[in-house]
């Protein structure tokens, strides 16, 4: 039984990768905002904004935080509103990437691994 809905994780997904504006929000080390947080989805942790040291970027405005423990883009910040700090939502979250990556059925997935390779060699 999971705590949280699948339509609710996947909107929480799109967060880590559509709405870059917004990750920068709550992710952007110059504008450390105090009480505001990241969580990945792929390794699980959660960390303050002030720990993202790289970012990928593509064009002049695609900008992505890059996980400060695992090197992914898999972050989402405090700042879309979802539990970020909930260990069992980045759980359930990664769940559903996987699960997604298995269904290959998902734009967002070609993206997710574009960049992952683009940046970091992998
Ligand atoms: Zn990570």
Redesign the pocket.
């Known amino acids: 039984m999971s705590k949280y809905e699948t339509e609710y994780l996947k909107e929480a997904f799109k967060h880590s990768r559509l709405h870059k504006q917004e990750i920068l929000q709550s992710c952007k080390p110059r504008v450390f905002l105090r009480g505001e947080s990241c969580g990945?989805f792929?390794?699980k942790?959660i960390f303050k904004p002030a720990e993202i040291k790289e970012w990928a970027e593509e064009g002049n405005f695609m900008i992505n935080a890059l996980?400060p423990?695992?090197g992914?883009i898999?972050v989402i910040g405090s700042k879309s509103g979802f539990p970020v700090n909930d260990s069992e939502f980045l759980e359930e979250l990664n769940l559903l990437f996987l699960e997604l990556e298995k269904e290959k059925d998902v734009n967002l997935l070609n993206e997710f691994n574009k960049f992952r390779s683009h940046d970091r060699g992998y």
Do not use: Y
């Open positions: 990945c792929n390794c942790k996980c423990h695992c992914m898999s």
